[in-house]
């Protein structure tokens, strides 16, 4: 029990210190806010007044003209989602530095932060945040805005995202393959920030491997101005150079292509003159005979087949229905169909013939061979 009280005591005393440096800052900050309404004050008193008739002499001296900053872009709106939320934390911090007369003190930019964080998770956890400031007056839930980016990061950012930068500069997943080097090279870049890679020649080494090959094969065998091995910015600056000039040169080429095909593709221009049309004449006469008509014999209509067999018009011997006459065959026609049924008549069927080696068969002399 006695341990439980001392770590109350502790931890009511750290809390109550906490709202004592709380306190320290507002009061030197309404402090330093008097001395700037009284100095304004005095200055006011000190200026005589300026007359409602008296017309401003014109001033002769040229005038420069006022520079003015551009206003910078103002944060989305922020849902909690924590693939979103590096890019919201520093939309806010490059807005706070380029206005920084804007925010009076961290608080003041750590409610403005809060205030776009009306959806989702985001909206969520600035409702808790307000309920704690409203639970416990006087005691701000963050100290500054080092205490709110850090604990911001633990909630909405993600989660090792140097391990998975790690196991894809591991793998082939971040492979240019198709992309152009600028886009590979931001991915690049992107994953070596999140991975914590720091070594020069690892750097190197990465970048070269996923590179396209023959922009890499370009950059290692380069005669004068090679990069070296240990100067990972001078091996992008040469790859970005080399492939910007292969994309020149092939446009160079696609459009010398173009115009060439387009040449070949066009038919000379012949300046050989026709020959005016001549006009037959119907009737001979004796100075203009008519000219034979060597498409006669071609328009006339073809005169059908004839058999050899039957003597008969439209068909030939192979389609002719008396081929298997008996009466129209020839003679050697007729002695080959009777040499064939001859021949049929002959063969001995595979039953009535015994079998050679068997008992009581009586094998067939053969010549032997010192015969």
């Given at each position: 029990?006695?341990?439980?009280?001392i770590?109350?005591?502790?931890?009511?005393?750290?809390?109550?210190k906490?709202r004592?440096?709380?306190?320290?800052?507002?009061?030197?900050?309404?402090?330093?806010?008097?001395?700037?309404i009284?100095?304004?004050l005095?200055?006011?008193?000190?200026?005589?007044?300026?007359?409602?008739?008296?017309?401003?002499?014109?001033?002769?001296?040229?005038?420069?003209?006022?520079?003015?900053?551009?206003?910078?872009?103002?944060?989305?709106?922020?849902?909690g989602?924590?693939?979103?939320?590096?890019?919201?934390?520093?939309?806010c911090?490059?807005?706070v530095?380029?206005?920084?007369?804007?925010?009076?003190?961290?608080q003041?930019?750590?409610?403005?932060?809060?205030?776009?964080?009306?959806?989702?998770?985001?909206?969520?956890?600035?409702a808790?945040?307000?309920?704690y400031?409203?639970?416990?007056?006087?005691?701000?839930?963050?100290?500054?805005?080092?205490?709110?980016?850090?604990?911001?990061?633990?909630?909405?950012?993600?989660?090792?995202?140097?391990?998975?930068?790690?196991?894809?500069?591991?793998?082939t997943?971040?492979?240019?393959?198709?992309?152009?080097?600028?886009?590979?090279?931001?991915?690049?870049?992107?994953?070596?920030?999140?991975?914590?890679y720091?070594?020069?020649?690892?750097?190197?080494?990465?970048?070269?491997?996923?590179?396209?090959p023959?922009?890499?094969?370009?950059?290692?065998?380069?005669?004068?101005?090679?990069?070296?091995?240990?100067?990972?910015?001078?091996?992008y600056?040469?790859?970005?150079?080399?492939?910007?000039?292969?994309?020149?040169?092939?446009a160079f080429r696609?459009?010398?292509?173009?115009?060439?095909?387009?040449?070949?593709?066009?038919?000379?221009?012949?300046?050989v003159s026709?020959?005016?049309?001549?006009?037959?004449?119907?009737?001979?006469?004796?100075?203009?005979?008519?000219?034979?008509?060597?498409?006669?014999?071609r328009?006339?209509?073809p005169?059908?087949?004839?058999?050899?067999?039957?003597?008969?018009?439209?068909?030939?011997?192979?389609?002719?229905p008396?081929?298997?006459?008996?009466?129209?065959?020839?003679?050697?026609?007729?002695?080959?169909?009777?040499?064939?049924?001859?021949?049929?008549?002959?063969?001995?069927?595979?039953?009535?013939?015994?079998?050679i080696?068997?008992?009581?068969?009586?094998?067939p002399d053969?010549?032997?061979?010192?015969?």
């Amino acid at each position: 029990m006695s341990s439980e009280r001392i770590s109350a005591l502790e931890h009511a005393f750290s809390d109550s210190k906490a709202r004592e440096v709380h306190t320290q800052k507002q009061l030197e900050l309404l402090s330093n806010n008097l001395q700037q309404i009284q100095q304004l004050l005095l200055q006011q008193q000190q200026q005589p007044p300026t007359p409602l008739t008296t017309t401003p002499k014109p001033d002769s001296t040229p005038r420069t003209p006022t520079y003015r900053a551009p206003s910078p872009a103002l944060p989305n709106e922020f849902d909690g989602d924590r693939s979103k939320g590096p890019t919201f934390l520093r939309s806010c911090q490059t807005y706070v530095r380029l206005c920084p007369d804007s925010f009076s003190d961290d608080q003041t930019r750590i409610i403005w932060a809060l205030s776009y964080m009306k959806s989702g998770r985001a909206a969520k956890w600035a409702a808790r945040v307000f309920k704690y400031e409203e639970d416990n007056e006087g005691c701000t839930r963050f100290l500054d805005w080092e205490d709110f980016k850090t604990e911001f990061r633990k909630e909405f950012c993600p989660v090792n995202s140097d391990a998975a930068a790690i196991n894809k500069l591991e793998s082939t997943a971040y492979f240019q393959k198709t992309r152009s080097v600028d886009d590979y090279l931001d991915e690049f870049l992107d994953l070596i920030a999140e991975s914590g890679y720091t070594d020069p020649k690892t750097l190197v080494v990465k970048f070269r491997r996923g590179l396209d090959p023959q922009i890499q094969n370009a950059v290692a065998t380069m005669t004068t101005g090679r990069p070296s091995n240990i100067a990972p910015t001078a091996w992008y600056e040469a790859a970005r150079n080399i492939d910007q000039n292969r994309a020149s040169n092939e446009a160079f080429r696609s459009a010398h292509r173009t115009s060439t095909s387009s040449n070949l593709l066009r038919p000379p221009a012949l300046s050989v003159s026709r020959p005016l049309p001549m006009q037959v004449p119907v009737k001979p006469t004796p100075g203009y005979p008519v000219p034979m008509d060597v498409d006669t014999s071609r328009r006339r209509t073809p005169i059908p087949p004839t058999c050899f067999r039957c003597g008969k018009s439209g068909h030939k011997v192979p389609d002719c229905p008396l081929q298997y006459d008996i009466r129209s065959l020839s003679t050697d026609e007729l002695q080959a169909i009777l040499e064939d049924r001859l021949a049929k008549r002959d063969v001995v069927p595979a039953e009535d013939c015994p079998s050679i080696g068997e008992e009581g068969t009586p094998l067939p002399d053969f010549p032997q061979d010192n015969e």
